[in-house]
């Protein structure tokens, strides 16, 4: 968490703290952080921040998996939202979801909005134990 936001030779810092995300003053002691969030409650379990653009502060971080943390990130598509793709020869926007390994597509749509939603209904169903 220090090394993301502070490192500036660190391979991360770019993703971090150029954006200007920072560790509350507070869990620059460790016994406060500890104190604040725990014991990790199982193994797997990494530190996630749940606003992305947030920093590490109580109330923005959690104890996440894997799975958690992949769909936690910034949109990396031309389109915005996470998990949706403009497929040229289609001129059409696809849906695509990863889940413990297996990528589920979620169909093509002919507008940005209805892809996200078919994005949206995927996690949920995953995040409550279905398949998507």
Known sequence: ????????????????????????ERWLKF?????????????????????????????????ATDSQQMHNRRPRTRSGHV????????????AKIVHNAH????????DVASAAAAYETALAKIESGESP
């Not at 998990?83 to 696809?94: A, F, I, P, T």
């Not at 990528?103 to 002919?110: A, F, K, P, Q, V």
Request: proline share 3%; hydrophobic share 30%; charged share 20%.
């Open 83 to 94: 998990g949706v793709y403009w497929v040229k020869h289609s001129n059409k926007w696809m």
């Open 1 to 24: 968490m220090l090394s993301r936001v502070r490192a500036k030779d660190g391979e991360v810092y770019l993703a971090y703290g150029a954006r200007g995300i920072t560790v509350c």
């Open 31 to 63: 016994e406060n952080f500890f104190a604040d969030m725990g014991k990790i409650p199982s193994v797997g379990l990494t530190l996630d921040r749940k606003n992305n653009d947030g920093n590490y502060e109580p109330g923005n971080c959690r104890w």
């Open 103 to 110: 990528s589920y597509y979620l169909g093509c749509y002919s």
